[in-house]
């Protein structure tokens, strides 16, 4: 399994092992609309989905023989609630020392045909969508700081969530200025 966002600080499944991994044609982007987790559908919320073009660090996941199908319906039944990705077996590069490995990932890329998708938003107007939106899991704001949290604990760069997490977190109150 290929984690990229949410699966790889919440995967919720038993794993033997869980390496870096780089996936090629596809790149991490707030382009999904949420209506359920972490926004509604009078005030949507963003998450991040696997669009096309460009390129991926995250997650591989093994899964032993045994619990494949566990897995997997674990999987359906949390990522594919809505429809709105596609199932993919993917070619995933192992980012281990030495040589790398190359794998097959299952993964899930977002559907450009489903309503929940949002296309190519600017980092403003993610960022007020993702500041204003909650969820039966919790603010949006809080499904961004966790993923970048774990990329930074990852050694995984990702300039535009960064940036999307200092645009959306509260200004600080100047010294001297604060309520008395």
Known sequence: MFGYGSLMWEPGFQ????EAALLNGYHRAFCMYSFHYRGTR????????????????GRAFRIGASRVQTVRQYLWDREMIT?????RLVPVRLLRGG??????????????????YAG????????????????KNGPNVEYLNNTVEHLDTLG???GPLHLL?????????PPGKGKR
């Open 165 to 173: 997490r200092d645009m959306t977190r509260p200004a600080a109150t």
């Open 15 to 18: 794993y033997e092992a869980a």
């Open 156 to 158: 995984i760069a990702d």
């Open 99 to 116: 040589a790398p490995a190359r794998v097959v990932a299952l993964a899930y890329t977002v559907d450009h045909r489903h309503e929940q």
């Open 120 to 135: 190519k938003l600017s980092l403003d107007d993610q960022a007020t969508i993702i500041g204003a939106a909650r969820g």
């Open 42 to 57: 009078a005030r949507p919320g963003l998450v991040l989905g696997l669009d096309s073009g460009g390129s991926c660090r």
């Open 83 to 87: 429809g709105m990705y596609s199932e």
